[in-house]
């Protein structure tokens, strides 16, 4: 399984942005389609992004389609997802999930084999 470690989660006000990584290792990066999750204190796990192995193929749910972005960098092992126009329903823990199966879709239908812990994203009023 591939290794994963986020950052760049913090305190931010509503309409505010923040950029998330998450760095990749003990498996070659570019062999994955990875993907970005988040989870409420007390909610369940919600998809939020999908990007195929090769970067040329992205994919998101309506509620964030236009706001977040997602975008990778081979050379760098490094998963991105840059949050613009931030509302307080935003708030959660953020993760990083990678799939080795169906790279070359950016698909949330496929499961996510290996995870990280997850950075912690506020979003004030």
């Known amino acids: 399984q591939v290794q994963l470690v986020e950052s760049g989660g913090g305190l931010v006000q509503a309409g505010g942005s923040l950029r998330l990584s998450c760095a990749a290792s003990?498996?070659?990066?570019?062999?994955?389609?990875m993907g970005w999750f988040r989870q409420a204190p007390g909610k369940e796990r919600v998809f939020v992004a999908a990007i195929n192995k090769s970067g040329g193929d992205t994919y998101y749910p309506p509620f964030v389609k236009g706001r977040f972005t997602i975008s990778r960098d081979n050379a760098k092992n490094t998963v991105y997802l840059q949050m613009n126009s931030l509302i307080p329903e935003d708030t959660a823990v953020y993760l990083c999930?990678?799939?080795?199966?169906?790279?070359?879709?950016?698909?949330?239908?496929?499961?996510?084999?290996?995870w990280g812990q997850g950075t912690q994203v506020t979003v004030s009023s």
């Open positions: 999930a990678a799939r080795g199966r169906y790279s070359d879709l950016a698909v949330a239908s496929v499961p996510f084999d290996s």
């Open positions: 003990g498996r070659t990066f570019s062999n994955y389609a």
